[in-house]
């Protein structure tokens, strides 16, 4: 019999199991990978929706460099329900600038003058194109324990296009980067739930930027407030404050890098190819390793026509999907 020390096992028999449960927590199960998310369902009001308020923030890295503002992914969920080993999500070779079977199956089927093959297209090949920022929450009476946090927020179309209005001056006239540590902007979420058919998803279209810019607000772990980091007269931030501000910024869980895109597994790619064997009709008893083509297809009834631009990818499907 082994010889464990009692220690080892006092978790096992002294009690100890009632600690084991971290599966039970909600609020740890929703954002253990960093993510900000918010539920419609959970707005105190339904009629006005889920309200909360962040800023976005740059992206300063444990290394000390600024990357890009945001993370852009591009990817598919197959949702394919007779077949749950292969659905999920797949990031899209598009990613790397490279053809995309799960893209080319798509239009190769929407584009067939079979109704069936469309058909299963659309409820079967969901296309979204995401984006990947750190945002700091400042007000959520939905979930007053993210407030304070620097957390990633993955947002759509809809609020990358707000993001570049205030860029362009489009609003107010004069143009703002909303991740400027200076003169950046908060941003109000006001979101609500909309069905269409039988779908149900967050609408961010009455979200809005505040029509006033502002410095970074630095929340106080132990007084539980923030107060604006302080600028020089030139509007430049304060070199007392500089370090301050850096320390806060890299204050966090994760890294907006472990939802960068990643290019497809061996075993993916097979699982594309049976996705396009099963979805077409094909017979296949064994996976094969190469990603299907356009021009693969024997289907006589493909009408002509191909894979559009990625601005009428976006127009076709829910950005907030």
Do not use: W
Request: include cysteine; proline fraction near 3%.
């Amino acid at each position: 019999m082994a010889n464990y020390e009692e220690d080892e096992l006092s978790d096992l028999f002294d009690g100890g199991l009632d600690l084991k449960m971290d599966f039970l927590n909600d609020i740890t199960k929703s954002n253990n990978d960093g993510i900000y998310r918010v539920d419609p369902k959970k707005a105190l009001e339904k009629s006005k929706g889920y309200r909360a308020t962040v800023r976005f923030l740059p992206n300063l890295s444990k290394e000390g460099k600024v990357g890009q503002s945001a993370i852009e992914k591009i990817s598919h969920y197959v949702d394919m329900k007779n077949n749950r080993e292969l659905a999920g999500y797949y990031d899209s070779s598009k990613n790397f600038g490279e053809k995309c079977g799960l893209t080319d199956l798509f239009y190769t089927m929407l584009n067939s003058n079979n109704a069936i093959l469309q058909e299963k297209a659309k409820s079967t090949l969901k296309y979204q194109r995401k984006y990947y920022s750190y945002v700091l929450v400042i007000e959520d009476v939905q979930q007053p324990e993210c407030v304070g946090k620097v957390m990633i927020m993955q947002y759509g179309k809809t609020i990358r296009d707000k993001v570049l209005a205030e860029k362009n001056g489009e609003i107010s006239g004069v143009p703002c980067n909303v991740f400027d540590l200076a003169e950046g902007k908060d941003f109000v979420l006001i979101v609500k739930e909309i069905s269409t058919g039988d779908e149900t998803y967050p609408d961010y279209k009455s979200s809005s930027f505040q029509g006033k810019t502002s410095s970074l607000p630095v929340y106080s772990k132990e007084r539980k407030l923030f107060k604006n980091i302080p600028l020089t007269e030139d509007g430049k931030v304060a070199d007392s404050a500089k370090a301050i501000v850096k320390d806060f910024l890299l204050d966090r869980e994760h890294e907006i890098e472990e939802f960068a895109p990643r290019r497809l597994t061996e075993e993916q790619q097979s699982n594309i190819t049976e996705i396009s064997n099963i979805l077409t009709g094909k017979a296949t008893s064994t996976y094969t390793k190469t990603q299907p083509k356009s021009e693969d297809f024997e289907l006589s009834d493909i009408a002509s026509g191909g894979s559009p631009d990625a601005e009428t990818e976006d127009d076709f499907f829910s950005d907030d999907f």
